[in-house]
């Protein structure tokens, strides 16, 4: 009898152990994780006092951080109400980026891998995009074309956007940086 005690209490262990270490890398860690406004980013994930959790999550899969002095990547799931991104829906993106040498703006799954889209094109760069008079930020998001900077999603499903900012000062900053100094998100409509 104390043998099969001893199985199972070693069996068990085994189990919660590695189901306790998946868990812990399988996503992007709430540890050093700043949210501002529907963005989030993790301002240290490419400097020297990663935490280790970033940097398991970061082995696992094939995604490269941007340097401490290189950039900030932010990634956003939810529009400005709240509400998870689809692909059934119409977005608009408006507003400002923070003062940057560069950035591109992209569209991919939940895991941050790229989506196969129309026109074969997921995402804008700073050099690519039409800007009115103001200089504000107007970009159209939908699974159907549209006119003007129109940046395709998938026919449905959850997505992320993701804004990269190259050669910037907020990189350090994160912390300090207001939802106003960030595009906003709009839900338009849903089919």
């Known amino acids: 009898m104390r043998i099969l005690d001893l199985a199972y209490i ?38 020297r006092d990663i935490d280790p959790y970033m940097r398991a999550y970061l082995a696992r899969g094939v995604h490269l951080p941007l340097g401490s ?27 400002t980026t923070p003062t940057t040498r560069g950035w591109t703006l992209g569209v991919t799954d939940s895991d941050g891998l790229p989506f196969r889209l129309p026109l074969e094109r997921a995402s804008f760069t700073d050099s690519e995009i039409v800007r009115p008079e103001d200089g504000q930020l107007s970009i159209a998001a939908a699974a159907t074309p549209v006119a003007g900077n129109w940046l395709p999603l ?24 207001r939802a106003t100094n960030l595009p906003r998100i709009a839900r338009l409509d849903c089919r």
Do not use: M, N
């Open 154 to 177: 998938p026919a449905s499903g959850r997505f992320q956007f993701r804004l990269r900012l190259y050669d910037t000062p907020i990189s350090s900053q994160t912390g300090e940086t």
């Open 69 to 95: 002095g290189e950039g900030l990547e932010l990634i956003a799931e939810r529009d400005d109400d709240g509400q998870l991104l689809d692909g059934r829906c119409r977005y608009r993106l408006s507003g």
């Open 10 to 47: 070693l069996a068990l262990g085994a189990g919660l152990g590695l189901g306790s270490a998946h868990w812990a890398v399988a996503g992007r860690p709430a540890l050093g994780k700043v949210e501002v406004g529907a963005w989030t980013a993790w301002p240290r994930s490419g400097g």
